[in-house]
Nanobody
Framework: QVQLVESGGGLVQPGGSLRLSCAASRNIFSLDAMGWYRQAPGKQRELVATYESDRRTNYADSVKGRFTISKDDAKNTVSLQMNSLKPQDTAIYYC?????????WGQGTQVTVSS
């Protein structure tokens, strides 16, 4: 089990940037996966970007080239730098961590892209 706490959401204009951070309650080096999902109103939760245990990163096609995931093993944090934001990026963003078959979620942080 791992507790996850997100921060950094908010309101931003189209074309702007935001940085989300997620703090984990334990060492993240040994996690099987860690990253970000999002859920827009009326839609299913979807992957945004994740680190896998083999150090691969996965990005949704819709965010490639605009979003960058990074992690700091010493601080047990994972971050998501979001640039060139679009209104369709509006969603609740959830931090995610997998330990074996157990899925852990943060409470979510709202990101709204609007003029």
């Amino acid at each position: 089990q791992v507790q996850l706490v997100e921060s950094g959401g908010g309101l931003v204009q189209p074309g702007g940037s935001l940085r989300l951070s997620c703090a984990a309650s334990r060492n993240i080096f040994s996690l099987d996966a860690m990253g970000w999902y999002r859920q827009a109103p009326g839609k299913q939760r979807e992957l945004v970007a994740t680190y896998e245990s083999d150090r691969r990163t996965n990005y949704a096609d819709s965010v490639k080239g605009r979003f960058t995931i990074s992690k700091d093993d010493a601080k047990n944090t994972v971050s998501l730098q979001m640039n060139s934001l679009k209104p369709q990026d509006t969603a609740i963003y959830y931090c995610y961590a997998r330990v074996a078959t157990r899925h852990n979620w943060g409470q979510g942080t709202q990101v709204t892209v609007s003029s």
